[in-house]
């Protein structure tokens, strides 16, 4: 199937008047129509650039895309009009943020901040766009619907905050909903409540997802493909299934291994795998591979080049030395 | 083993315009020597006020808090600070609990100037020891906490914590704000401090992965009461409170790709306020087990299994001697 989004080489660079600092180098990936791909990695890894790139509401001009193309449908958007992003963006390409009580206004009601999403995209009486917010906040389960609408945000917990998010990234008619962390702020069980919601959401409409998470297991549990980012590149991608049973970069292997997930029973607690030193700050990327200095099988090589995203079968990996052992089949 | 910490019946209230709000309410617990007991919950549930209140930071309005037998409510914050080096506490965001203006190794050893504790040359000898006891250099002594990136912050934290020779360390998310390959670092920190030192934890998370992996013991708390509490490391294999289950169905688990993923039921609705709590059990108003006693009657923490014990009327111990809930009864979705 043809993608509804496709990334080809993306790059997002910053500066501070000095040089320009690479935050995204050459990321490419792309998601059907109804798929969910999760883009994973560490902090400053440059998951969430990419995601607020896809919107064409990065910080300009401290940083801005440097490069490459992000193909809807047939066009690009990265040498798309500000008019034309203004058609598209909460409309048909939408965004779901970390922090949902800081997402919304709050001084203005929900109610009045759905209407003007929908108003600004249809040619609608305020009254309709009133009966439709109301349609689109039961679908998200907002609890008595009718009479929230009346709230400011201050009086919804941060879980009904985030169906409000969820209710207004669907006002449009959205073909892609680009999720930033939609859940890490919530509790457990409320983070289980809006994922089922997201997914009820992309079953109803096919809606495409781009889920952005720092949680391996919310992104097997959500999305079909996955694209694991370290120091601004993609370094493996591929069918999540497939590489989280068997990774072939050593940092995929490693970010599994450190997650405490089936350490479970005995009285001694085993170590967890670790991976040692910290995650790099942009800019300040050793030459060769950006894995090198924490990697357990770093090889003079690495050290010296930089390696390439190449196909290994169904995945991509960035390694020289990847594990090999399910690239066989 | 010998009893570290204990609160029995433990109250603690905030004021509130309408009226008083009863974050902990009637909560026991036990903290063994050299041992973690993880205190689980989500927010408003009171785990962060049981864990002030065990600090001296909030007024317990009844009940008790021992530590090694001692009582320490109803102590004035003066005769309270005896008792203030054996219990520390790791805050969760590390960018906030270290001061910026001062050098790494003052704030390790302001604790110990605070309590009078040796001339200065054994102080500074002490945070050189305690710097290289978390894995950090000796140069980390002259630095400022920005100069550290958080999982390292996190280290400076927990040797303050250990200047004083604590029994106890409240550790509250301790993990929560490092990213993964970090917080396995971290977490394989305490658990090393912890063997060597024989410290232990009161664990403050919400996260069951960390929990499962670092805890002896645990307490899961609702709406400011334990809804189940166990002194097994198998605690979370197969939880009977309806909450527990629950919150272990919420837990995104890499089990989904391993086994498949069995669609788990979703627990709907969220945590009632603490100021208007329901009647009978907490629980009852999202429970998928609810029957009339339920929302009548509170139901008391009772003993399920050798290890566990569990405040919900609906569970009983099947013939295997596990503890179980009514399946066949479930009440349709």
Not at chain 2, 285 to 314: F, G, K, M
Request: aromatic share 4%; glycine share 8%.
């Amino acid at each position: 199937m043809r993608p509804i989004l496709e990334v080809r080489e993306l790059s997002i660079h910053a500066s501070s008047g000095g040089q320009p600092i690479p935050l995204v180098e050459k990321v490419s990936f792309s998601v059907e129509k109804g798929a969910t791909l999760a883009l994973v990695g560490e902090s400053g890894c440059g998951k969430s650039m990419t995601a607020l790139s896809l919107m064409r509401i990065l910080p300009e001009p401290a940083v801005r895309i440097v490069g490459g193309e992000i193909r809807f449908e047939d066009e690009d958007l990265v040498s798309a009009s500000e008019r034309r992003m203004e058609q598209l963006r909460g409309n048909i390409i939408s965004m779901i943020f970390q922090d949902p009580i800081a997402s919304l206004n709050p001084i203005q009601t929900v109610g009045d901040q759905i209407v003007e999403v929908i108003r600004t995209h249809n040619p609608i009486s305020r009254k309709e766009a009133r009966a439709r917010a109301i349609e689109l906040l039961r679908s998200v389960r907002l609890p008595d619907a009718e009479r929230r609408i009346n709230y400011y945000p201050h009086r919804l917990s941060g879980g009904m905050c985030q169906r409000v998010m969820i209710a207004m990234a669907m006002a449009g008619a959205p073909k892609v909903i680009i999720a930033d962390e939609p859940t890490t702020a919530l509790d457990t069980t409320v983070q289980a409540q809006v994922m089922a919601l997201l997914r009820k959401a992309q079953t109803e409409t096919g809606t495409a997802i781009i889920l952005i998470t720092h949680n391996l297991a919310a992104a097997a549990e959500a999305a079909e493909n996955v694209a694991v980012m370290y120091a601004g590149r993609i370094i493996e991608q591929g069918p999540v299934r497939e590489i989280f049973l068997s990774p072939a970069h050593p940092y995929t292997e490693g970010l599994l291994g450190a997650i405490p997930d089936n350490a479970e029973g005995g009285v001694e607690i085993a170590p967890l795998a670790e991976i040692p030193g910290n995650v790099p700050r942009p800019g300040t990327l050793p030459s060769g591979c950006a894995f090198a200095p924490r990697c357990k099988n770093v090889q003079q090589r690495c050290r010296n080049e930089r390696p390439d995203l190449t196909a290994h079968g169904n995945r991509r990996v960035a390694c020289f030395f990847p594990y090999s052992q399910m690239i066989a089949q | 083993m010998t009893t570290i910490l204990s609160c029995r019946d433990l109250v603690v209230e905030y004021p509130t315009a309408d009226g008083p709000l009863r974050a902990v309410d009637r909560v026991s617990l036990d903290v063994e020597r050299g041992q973690t007991l993880a205190l689980v919950g989500e927010s408003g549930c009171g785990k962060s006020t049981l864990a002030r209140a065990i600090m001296g930071l909030a007024s317990v309005k009844s009940g008790s808090i021992k530590l090694e037998g001692e009582e320490l409510t109803g102590l004035s914050q003066r005769e309270l600070r005896k008792y203030r080096p054996a219990i520390q506490m790791v805050f969760q965001n590390p960018y906030g609990s270290l001061n910026p203006r001062l050098s790494v190794g003052r704030i390790i050893e302001e604790p110990m100037m605070v309590q009078n504790i040796g001339t200065q040359a054994e102080r500074r000898k002490r945070v050189l020891d305690l710097l290289d006891r978390v894995g950090l250099t000796s140069e980390a002594a002259g630095q400022y906490p920005h100069q550290f990136s958080g999982g390292q912050r996190q280290r400076i934290a927990i040797a303050r914590a250990l200047a004083l020779n604590p029994k106890l360390i409240v550790c509250d998310e301790p993990v929560s704000a490092l990213d993964v390959s970090v917080q396995a670092q971290v977490l394989n920190l305490l658990v090393e401090l912890q063997r060597d030192l024989g410290v232990s934890y009161l664990f403050i998370s919400h996260d069951l992965a960390v929990v499962r992996h670092i805890a002896h013991a645990t307490a899961v708390m609702y709406l400011g009461r334990i809804a189940a509490r166990s002194n097994s490391r198998d605690f979370w294999k197969s939880p009977a409170h309806p909450y527990v289950r629950a919150l272990k169905d919420a837990t995104p688990s890499m089990a989904a790709i391993r086994d498949g993923t069995p669609g788990q039921p979703i627990l709907e609705g969220e945590i009632p306020s603490a100021l208007n709590p329901p009647a009978g059990c907490r629980f009852s108003t999202r429970c998928r087990y609810v029957v009339d006693v339920c929302r009548q009657t509170e139901p008391h923490l009772r003993q399920v299994t050798d290890q566990s014990w569990v405040a919900c009327h609906r569970v009983s111990v099947g013939a295997n001697g596990a503890a179980v809930l009514p399946e066949s009864e479930l009440i349709a979705d």
